[in-house]
Structures are given as structure tokens and as C-alpha cells.
């Protein structure tokens, strides 16, 4: 049963276009959501997460936008740059009891930016 | 400062074989994690320990499976009798107590069972 989903296994963007990830989730207990950015042979990496409190969290040039009601969440990139080519992952957890901490995985989504 | 290390980087072993793979959390950080990656998927959470207690073991595959910390620092995660849908990347991460959701991860081990 896969709780988080990113339907779209890849992306391919233009240097300074917008670059949006998707994610779905289906466990209405999540409530904290986050974004890890992974280069290949290394670790993820924590980009940014938000609560479901939020609609809207900005950093910089990401922001994350959530939509409790249909279970949704995104990631947008602005501008895009070639150094953000890598996989990004999306995760969820739920607060609380024994699952502190544990984070669901989504399968990832390959960026792609181009010069 | 010194980030998430794990050991070995690439281990390759027989089926059958016990293996085990160690991590270095980050100084100070009292929450560790570790996950499982197959190629091609997300990761799959395997533990949780916070301190050198484990309230969240839900995650282990299997009996083969195991995992201590000792000193509120160094884990490792013990596989017992590999078996060739056991090869992925394994990844440890950690965290601060009370930050348990932004968690920092090593480089991962990846094993290759065969």
C-alpha cells in the first residue's frame, strides 16, 4: 500500500523556466510533509517541509503548497538552475506515539534542468 | 561539522551470509533512523531508535533483521542469512530530539547480495 505517491517518475525543465513536483497522499493522520533532494551516491538531502496548519511554505526559491482536502502537495522551483538536477523525494509523517520521526517515502521524481 | 557516516560504503556478500552495517549519527543527535532503499523505490523505513531504545520497530522485513545502539551514538543494523531480495541501499539517518522530522542522512551502504 503506497501511502505517498509521486505519479511522475521524471521532469525535464529549462534553466529558468518553473519546475513543479507532485505528490498525493492517501493516510489523512499525516500531518507534517517534506521534501528531500538526493544526488546520486549520496544521502537525501532536507529541502523543505510544512505542516498541515500550512496551505504554504517558502524558502528562497522553493515553495511547498498543500491542499489537505484533496490530499495533495507540490514543489515549485523558481527560477530553476542546472544545479538542481537530482531526485526529489516527498515525505509525510504523523505526529505522535511510537511513529514519531518515521517518515513515508514517495518513489521520487528525476529532475532534469537544462542549460 | 562531521555530517551522517556509514560503513562500508558497498558491501558484497553471499547469500546466506550475515552482514552487518554501521552508522555514525551526527553528534548530539538522539533520534536515529534507518531505511531501505530498492532500486528504483522510495525509501522504506525499517527502525527507529530514540536513545538506545527502539519504540518503533515496525518497519523490520523479518526475524533476519536486527538493529542496537549503544551510547546513544553508534548503530548497527545486522542482517542474518542475506538473501538476494535483501540487496538495496541502506540508509541511516538522525536527528534532534524534539526535530524528528528534519532528519539528516548518511551516505548510505549498499548492499549487494548474491
Known amino acids: 500500500d503506497q501511502q505517498v505517491k509521486q505519479n511522475s517518475p521524471s521532469l525535464s525543465v529549462q534553466e529558468g523556466r518553473i519546475s513543479i513536483l507532485n505528490c498525493d497522499y492517501t493516510n489523512s493522520m499525516f500531518d507534517y510533509f517534506l521534501w528531500y533532494k538526493k544526488y546520486p551516491a549520496e544521502g537525501p538531502t532536507f529541502l523543505i517541509s510544512i505542516s498541515s496548519i500550512k496551505d504554504k511554505n517558502e524558502d528562497g526559491r522553493f515553495t511547498v503548497f498543500l491542499n489537505k482536502s484533496a490530499k495533495h502537495l507540490s514543489l515549485h522551483i523558481v527560477p530553476s538552475q542546472p544545479g538542481d538536477s537530482a531526485v526529489y523525494f516527498c515525505a509525510a509523517s504523523a505526529a505522535g506515539g511510537t511513529s514519531y520521526g518515521k517518515l513515508t517515502f514517495g518513489q521520487g521524481t528525476i529532475l532534469t534542468v537544462h542549460p | 561539522g562531521a555530517g551522517v557516516s556509514q560503513s562500508p560504503s558497498n558491501k558484497v556478500t553471499e547469500k546466506g551470509k550475515d552482514v552487518e552495517l554501521r552508522c555514525d549519527p551526527i553528534s548530539g543527535h538522539t533520534a536515529l533512523y534507518w531505511y531501505r532503499q530498492r532500486l528504483g523505490q522510495g525509501l522504506e523505513f525499517l527502525i527507529y531508535?530514540?536513545?538506545?531504545?527502539?519504540?518503533?520497530k515496525s518497519g523490520l522485513p523479518s526475524d533476519r533483521f536486527s538493529a542496537e545502539r549503544t551510547g546513544e551514538s553508534v548503530s548497527t543494523l545486522t542482517i542474518q542469512r542475506t538473501q538476494q531480495e535483501d540487496s538495496a541501499v541502506y540508509l541511516c539517518a538522525s536527528s534532534e530530539a524534539g526535530q524528528g522530522y528534519e532528519q539528516y542522512f548518511g551516505p548510505g551502504t549498499r548492499l549487494t547480495v548474491t
Open positions: 531508535f530514540q536513545g538506545n531504545s527502539a519504540p518503533d
